[in-house]
């Protein structure tokens, strides 16, 4: 028996012996024979579930699109709260395996790792490791990372009264990510502010031999996202009050294996602005509209 449970009370999923909770949200009317796909949605560095929920909401879009999404909070507060491997990784991994036993690997048909800053670094970083190596098929960087480096404005880390953590010298950073040693579709979507340029070319891309990236028609919301990223003493590289705004949207096309590889630039927005309805959907459009199958063989594996 798990010992992670719905509390009634609160809405989310608990478990027994920490007493850690997490945001579990599944289609309203989802039925015992359906297949889904499971994002894991992990929030940035000085921040926590209830924002990340806010911050991409996805689970908005569970009913059309069919998805399954665990929004869950790091366990380390200090010096700020944060991803750490000895504190976290066994409860992510607890989470996804809850998931596992709740719906079956035989109807998971895709698995994305979600992450805004640090918890993309921290997406980064699990897809080191050979558990999530082998389920993920996929990963959405939100600011946190690009597989091709996209170089982090200077003013970005100005008006900071945080320390900022170590960063090893081969490992995930801001700007940075580590290429994966497994088979994933990528999409990195950023604030226009936060970068210096976004590179035209992908390594990632190039790993599977996709085309020329192309540019696909502007995503324009008019309305604004649920939270604000505007934070007294920090500048717009880091984010201002929550607003209307528009999205440019790079592929890389005729990837094998049929893999999304994209870039999104919110224009005008920096770090921390919540995700607007309209580009919201668009990457989860992108994300179910992926390959998956990773957990469809493991079941078959036995």
């Given at each position: 028996?798990?010992?992670?449970?719905?509390?009634?009370?609160?809405?989310?999923?608990?478990?027994?012996?920490?007493?850690?909770?997490?945001?579990?949200?599944?289609?309203?009317?989802?039925?015992?024979?359906?297949?889904?796909?499971?994002?894991?949605?992990?929030?940035?560095?000085?921040?926590?579930?209830?924002?990340?929920?806010?911050?991409?909401?996805?689970?908005?879009?569970?009913?059309?699109?069919?998805?399954?999404?665990?929004?869950?909070?790091?366990?380390?507060?200090?010096?700020?709260?944060?991803?750490?491997?000895?504190?976290?990784?066994q409860?992510?991994?607890?989470?996804?395996?809850?998931?596992?036993?709740?719906?079956?690997?035989?109807?998971?048909?895709?698995?994305w790792?979600?992450?805004?800053?640090?918890?993309?670094?921290?997406?980064?970083?699990?897809?080191?490791?050979?558990?999530?190596?082998?389920?993920?098929?996929?990963?959405?960087?939100?600011?946190?990372?690009?597989?091709?480096?996209?170089?982090?404005?200077?003013?970005?880390f100005?008006?900071?009264?945080?320390?900022?953590?170590?960063?090893?010298?081969?490992?995930?950073?801001?700007?940075?990510?580590?290429i994966?040693?497994?088979?994933?579709?990528?999409?990195?979507?950023?604030?226009?502010?936060e970068?210096?340029?976004?590179?035209?070319?992908?390594?990632?891309?190039?790993?599977?031999?996709?085309?020329?990236?192309?540019?696909?028609?502007?995503?324009?919301?008019?309305?604004?996202?649920?939270?604000?990223g505007?934070?007294?003493?920090?500048?717009?590289?880091?984010?201002?009050?929550?607003?209307?705004?528009?999205?440019?949207?790079?592929?890389?096309?005729?990837?094998?294996?049929?893999?999304?590889?994209?870039?999104?630039?919110?224009?005008?927005?920096?770090?921390?602005?919540?995700?607007?309805?309209?580009?919201?959907?668009?990457?989860?459009?992108?994300?179910?509209?992926?390959?998956?199958?990773?957990?469809?063989?493991?079941?078959?594996?036995?």
């Amino acid at each position: 028996m798990s010992k992670i449970a719905l509390d009634e009370s609160s809405g989310l999923y608990v478990d027994a012996e920490s007493g850690r909770k997490f945001f579990l949200d599944e289609p309203d009317d989802l039925k015992a024979d359906e297949k889904v796909t499971f994002l894991l949605n992990l929030h940035g560095g000085g921040s926590h579930g209830i924002w990340q929920h806010l911050y991409f909401p996805a689970q908005d879009y569970k009913n059309e699109y069919r998805l399954v999404v665990a929004t869950p909070t790091s366990k380390t507060k200090e010096p700020m709260r944060r991803w750490v491997d000895e504190a976290d990784d066994q409860w992510l991994r607890d989470i996804v395996e809850f998931v596992c036993d709740k719906y079956g690997k035989d109807r998971i048909k895709s698995f994305w790792l979600v992450g805004h800053s640090q918890g993309g670094m921290t997406s980064n970083r699990l897809l080191q490791s050979d558990y999530f190596a082998s389920r993920v098929d996929g990963w959405l960087s939100l600011s946190g990372g690009r597989i091709g480096p996209a170089e982090i404005a200077p003013s970005f880390f100005e008006g900071s009264d945080r320390p900022m953590p170590a960063f090893a010298p081969d490992g995930p950073r801001p700007g940075r990510a580590v290429i994966p040693d497994c088979d994933i579709s990528f999409i990195f979507s950023t604030g226009g502010l936060e970068i210096v340029k976004l590179p035209e070319t992908s390594p990632w891309a190039e790993k599977y031999n996709a085309g020329h990236r192309v540019r696909l028609p502007d995503v324009v919301d008019t309305e604004k996202g649920q939270v604000t990223g505007e934070t007294p003493g920090r500048g717009p590289s880091w984010g201002r009050a929550a607003r209307p705004g528009t999205a440019e949207v790079y592929v890389y096309p005729n990837a094998s294996g049929g893999r999304v590889i994209a870039d999104v630039v919110r224009l005008d927005k920096g770090h921390t602005e919540g995700y607007e309805p309209k580009i919201t959907e668009e990457l989860i459009k992108m994300v179910v509209g992926a390959p998956g199958g990773k957990w469809m063989a493991l079941a078959q594996a036995g």
